[in-house]
C-alpha cells in the first residue's frame, strides 16, 4: 500500500510538471513566432518575459513543495532497447526520440554533464580562482566608476535636450530702424524731397 501511494504522488507530480513545462514551452513558442514575424514593441517584449517570468516561478514553487516528492532521488532503468520506432515513445518525447537505441540510450539518460562541457567549466572554474580578492574588487569598482560615469554622460545629453533653446535677442537700435523703414515705405515719412532746380545749378 505505501508503495501505491508514493507510485501516485509521483505520477501526479510528473502531470503537474509536465502542463507547466508544457505552458512555458508555449508561451516560448508564441513569443519566438513574434520575433520571427517582426515589427514587435518593446511593451509586447515586456509582457512576455513578465508571462515567462511567472511561469518559471510557479514551476519553482511546485518543485520545492512538500507534497511534490523527491524526483532527483528516482532511478530510470530502460527495461528494453529496441531499433523499431515506438508510437507510444514518440508520442511522450514529442518526436524527439523515436525509438530506444542502445547507442544513444546513455545519452538520454546522462545525469553528469558531457565530459568536453564539464572540461571547459573546470576551467572557467580553475580561471575564477586564480583571480584574487583583492583584484576582484578592483575590477568591481572600476566597472561602478565606468557605469556612473556613462549614467552621468547620459544624465547630461537628457538634460540638455529637455532645455529650452535660448530666446533670440533682437537690439533695441534694429527694432527703431526696421520701424522707420516700414514707415518710409508706407507712408513716405522720413523721406527728403530734393528740387530738381537748385540740383540743376
Given at each position: 500500500?505505501?508503495?501505491?501511494?508514493?507510485?501516485?504522488?509521483?505520477?501526479?507530480?510528473?502531470?503537474?510538471?509536465?502542463?507547466?513545462?508544457?505552458?512555458?514551452?508555449?508561451?516560448?513558442?508564441?513569443?519566438?513566432?513574434?520575433?520571427?514575424?517582426?515589427?514587435?514593441?518593446?511593451?509586447?517584449?515586456?509582457?512576455?518575459?513578465?508571462?515567462?517570468?511567472?511561469?518559471?516561478?510557479f514551476l519553482q514553487k511546485v518543485l520545492t513543495k512538500d507534497e511534490t516528492p523527491q524526483l532527483q532521488n528516482l532511478v530510470v532503468l530502460p527495461l528494453m532497447t529496441s531499433q523499431v520506432p515506438?508510437?507510444?515513445?514518440?508520442?511522450?518525447?514529442?518526436?524527439?526520440?523515436?525509438?530506444?537505441?542502445?547507442?544513444?540510450?546513455?545519452?538520454?539518460?546522462?545525469?553528469?554533464?558531457?565530459?568536453?562541457?564539464?572540461?571547459?567549466?573546470?576551467?572557467?572554474?580553475?580561471?575564477?580562482?586564480?583571480?584574487?580578492?583583492?583584484?576582484?574588487?578592483?575590477?568591481?569598482?572600476?566597472?561602478?566608476?565606468?557605469?556612473?560615469?556613462?549614467?552621468?554622460?547620459?544624465?547630461?545629453?537628457?538634460?540638455?535636450?529637455?532645455?529650452?533653446?535660448?530666446?533670440?535677442?533682437?537690439?533695441?537700435?534694429?527694432?527703431?530702424?526696421?520701424?522707420?523703414?516700414?514707415?518710409?515705405?508706407?507712408?513716405?515719412?522720413?523721406?527728403?524731397?530734393?528740387?530738381?532746380r537748385s540740383a540743376a545749378r
Open positions: 500500500k505505501q508503495w501505491y501511494q508514493r507510485r501516485v504522488r509521483v505520477d501526479n507530480a510528473l502531470s503537474m510538471l509536465h502542463q507547466r513545462v508544457n505552458g512555458v514551452k508555449g508561451s516560448l513558442q508564441v513569443f519566438m513566432r513574434k520575433l520571427e514575424m517582426g515589427g514587435v514593441l518593446w511593451p509586447d517584449v515586456n509582457e512576455n518575459f513578465s508571462t515567462l517570468a511567472g511561469q518559471l516561478n515506438d508510437p507510444t515513445l514518440d508520442q511522450l518525447t514529442e518526436g524527439r526520440i523515436p525509438f530506444l537505441a542502445p547507442d544513444a540510450l546513455p545519452n538520454y539518460l546522462r545525469t553528469k554533464l558531457d565530459l568536453e562541457i564539464e572540461r571547459k567549466e573546470g576551467f572557467v572554474s580553475s580561471e575564477v580562482q586564480r583571480i584574487s580578492e583583492h583584484s576582484l574588487q578592483q575590477q568591481i569598482c572600476d566597472l561602478n566608476n565606468l557605469s556612473e560615469s556613462i549614467s552621468e554622460i547620459i544624465q547630461t545629453s537628457r538634460e540638455s535636450l529637455d532645455e529650452p533653446p535660448p530666446p533670440v535677442r533682437h537690439h533695441e537700435n534694429d527694432s527703431k530702424e526696421l520701424i522707420k523703414l516700414m514707415s518710409a515705405l508706407e507712408t513716405g515719412k522720413g523721406l527728403r524731397v530734393t528740387n530738381r
